[in-house]
């Protein structure tokens, strides 16, 4: 059960796209169609953006998008604004009734 | 409104037990997958352990396997944590987590509580 490596930091002007990724191995990213992302503002729970690599929960704005290929999932915030400054976290089923986490990224909206 | 409240942290010395709680409203409890998450103070996010609703599938992360149990009590729409043999790493905020599906095979938490505080005194 090892974390999922993710960028400690990530950054980018209003308006503009970012993409954050996560990279696992085969018996976790690449082996499932079971990866999940999570925006967390400082001292707040996280909340749910993405799951199963591309479906969005109801209220999440289209702005945020998941995609896979490989080993790697990845999370792509259009049209950045202020309020998306949080870290970001995936996670994925890695087997055997086991999750793991990324160890997540700070979004920096310059 | 779903609804997820943790209680049962405090401080406890090394060795030690405690035992968790989350009480759930607002959602069918016995349909879902729960989960167990933590954040020691200013790190990232570490799946403890998680059942899926009828408790036949459950899993812990290698850091707790053999000293924390996970269990549920669809009746009274509550999920617990019995932690054993407390360590100082396992300081932390423990979030209880709703799934969106029954199972745990498709982990994707989209309710949490604000959890409650464990911080373990060697």
């Known amino acids: 059960q090892s974390a999922l490596t993710q960028p400690p930091s990530a950054s980018g002007s209003p308006g503009q796209s970012v993409t954050i990724s996560c990279t696992g191995t085969?018996?976790?990213?690449?082996?499932?169609?079971?990866v999940s992302w999570y925006q967390q503002h400082p001292g707040k729970a996280p909340k749910l953006l993405i799951y199963?690599?591309?479906k969005r929960p109801a209220g999440v704005p289209d702005r945020f998008s998941g995609s896979k290929s490989g080993n790697t999932a990845s999370l792509t915030v259009s049209g950045l604004q202020t309020d998306d400054e949080a870290d970001y976290y995936c996670n994925s089923y890695a087997g055997s009734n086991s999750v793991v986490f990324g160890g997540g990224t700070k979004l920096t909206v310059l | 409104e779903v609804q997820l409240v943790e209680s049962g942290g405090g401080l406890i010395q090394a060795g030690r037990s405690l035992r968790l709680s989350c009480a759930a409203s607002?959602?069918?409890?016995?349909?879902?997958?729960m989960h167990w998450v933590r954040q020691a103070p200013g790190r990232g996010l570490e799946w403890v352990s998680g059942?899926?609703?009828?408790?036949?599938?459950?899993g812990y992360a290698d850091s707790v396997k053999g000293r924390f149990t996970i269990s549920r009590d669809n009746a009274k729409n509550s999920l617990f944590l019995q932690m054993n043999s407390l360590r100082d790493e396992d300081t932390a905020l423990y979030y209880c987590?709703?799934?969106?599906?029954?199972?745990?095979?498709?982990?994707?938490?989209?309710?949490w509580g604000q959890g409650t505080s464990v911080t373990v005194s060697s």
């Open positions: 987590a709703k799934d969106v599906d029954a199972s745990i095979g498709t982990p994707s938490m989209d309710a």
């Open positions: 085969s018996s976790d990213v690449g082996g499932y169609n079971s």
């Open positions: 607002g959602f069918t409890f016995e349909n879902y997958a």
């Open positions: 199963d690599v591309t």
């Open positions: 059942l899926n609703w009828k408790s036949e599938r459950i």
